[in-house]
């Protein structure tokens, strides 16, 4: 069980927004570090898609956005688009933790 | 180009070692941080250890403390990850990992991933 919470699963269909959650706590989010986002596509390793709680490397599309308030963190992805299924990881520091970096427990995308 | 290139996965015995490398290309090595990051079958993302460019910083998560050693060779830019006293639930793809920034880690680049398999 990750000190970052996020939901199993969330759906949308093509060209409607989604948002997945990621919950953490005051040794992390909520003590101000930054969170980031991963995509993983199946059979293949991650891809950085936010880091930094809403920057987007070179080459994300502006579908793609992040933001953090509190204790959460949120990605939000517009114009859903059938080749978004995938699952989504966000990431942060926990001051708690010995291994100090910590991965949610991800979210699986369907686009109906 | 940035590559990272892990070795060394297979299967081993519950009890077993098992000693997995990678290779980095493309960018100076010895400045980075760099990470083991593992995933069992089916399963989420799990942040296995931690090291800082010139070795002085390591952490490791509670799951592997004890039983796992990170290492780098500047020289040679490699990582690698020790693995000794190997359970069932080590079963996963291994990914070696590097943090673009030293001050907020996350990983900008990943390796393809490497399959350890631990079972008798």
């Known amino acids: 069980q990750s000190v970052l919470t996020q939901p199993p699963s969330v759906s949308g269909a093509p060209g409607q927004r989604v948002t997945i959650s990621c919950t953490g706590s005051?040794?992390?989010?909520?003590?101000?570090?930054?969170v980031h986002w991963y995509q993983q596509l199946p059979g293949t390793a991650p891809k950085l898609l936010i880091y930094?709680?809403?920057n987007r490397p070179s080459g994300v599309p502006d579908r793609f956005s992040g933001s953090k308030s509190g204790t959460s963190a949120s990605l939000a992805i517009t114009g859903l688009q059938a080749e978004d299924e995938a699952d989504y990881y966000c990431q942060s520091y926990d001051s708690s933790l010995s291994g100090r970096w910590v991965f949610g427990g991800g979210t699986k995308l369907t686009v109906l | 180009e940035v590559q990272l290139v892990e070795s060394g996965g297979g299967l081993v015995k519950p009890g077993g070692s098992l000693r997995l490398s990678c290779a980095a290309s493309g960018f100076t090595f010895s400045s980075y941080s760099m990470n083991w990051v593992r995933q069992a079958p089916g399963k989420g993302l799990e942040w296995v250890s931690s090291?800082?460019?010139?070795?002085?910083?390591?952490y490791y998560a509670d799951s592997v403390k004890g039983r796992f050693t990170i290492s780098r060779d500047n020289a040679k830019n490699s990582l690698y990850l020790q693995m000794n006293s190997l359970r069932a639930e080590d079963t996963a793809v291994y990914y070696c990992a590097r943090c673009a920034s030293s001050t907020s880690c996350y990983v900008d680049y990943w390796g393809q991933g490497t399959l350890v398999t631990v079972s008798s």
């Open positions: 930094g709680n809403s």
């Open positions: 090291i800082s460019s010139s070795s002085s910083y390591i």
């Open positions: 005051s040794s992390n989010i909520g003590a101000g570090y930054d």
